[in-house]
């Protein structure tokens, strides 16, 4: 009896915390060629970890719409301001460069979603028929876990951006990419 109760509980708590977010956390932009990129964006304030100096909070975000009878994928790569920040006496150029840079992953892999978004762009009756619906969420988990473990390789090898040589690698190799590669 008493999980019955605890479990609504732990609900009530997860949709409170939901919605006690605040408009700046949750204020999102979505990655263009054109946005400016400036500690401006930074907007949560935090002491920091150690030796992470800066934290850019971005990702790839999906939703599932169905248009004229036809499944339609969007695919976004967002940075939320409320959730990256920056320690006080920290904002230089090249950290900037190197936050910027995990903005642009999230792009890349974006790009790659898009891809493979191309084959569940079926009419609706055929997704559901052939559960496209759990091999699209499969497809996602694994691109979702190359993205974290890209980003992750990317910190490390540039030891978060002090290594100034592999950081210009790292910039040059990912704007080819994006330049190579179509939104």
């Known amino acids: 009896m008493k999980k019955i109760f605890i479990i609504p509980i732990l609900l009530i708590s997860l949709m409170l915390n939901e919605h006690s977010l605040t ?4 204020e999102k932009i979505f990655w263009s060629e054109s946005q400016q ?7 949560e304030k935090r002491a920091g970890y150690g030796f992470i100096k800066a934290m850019t909070h971005s990702g790839i975000s999906y939703e599932v719409d169905v248009k004229a009878g036809v499944i339609v ?3 976004d790569a967002y940075f939320i301001y409320g ?3 920056v320690m006080k006496g920290y904002k230089k150029p090249h950290l900037l460069a190197h936050e910027k ?5 999230s792009e890349m892999f974006k790009r790659r979603l ?3 978004c191309d084959r569940y762009r079926v009419d609706y009756d055929t997704f559901v028929k052939r559960d496209y619906q759990e091999a699209l969420q499969r497809d996602f988990d694994i691109i979702f876990d190359e993205m974290d473990e890209y980003q ?17 690698k790292w910039e ?3 704007r080819e990419v994006l330049k190579n590669t179509t939104r």
């Open 23 to 26: 408009a700046q956390e949750t």
């Open 37 to 43: 990129f400036d500690w401006g964006m930074f907007k």
């Open 73 to 75: 994928l969007n695919v």
């Open 83 to 85: 959730k990256s920040w």
């Open 101 to 105: 840079i995990h903005f642009d992953i």
């Open 114 to 116: 898009d891809k493979l």
């Open 152 to 168: 992750r390789e990317y910190d490390e090898d540039t030891s978060h951006g002090t290594i100034s040589f592999k950081q210009k």
């Open 172 to 174: 040059k190799d990912i």
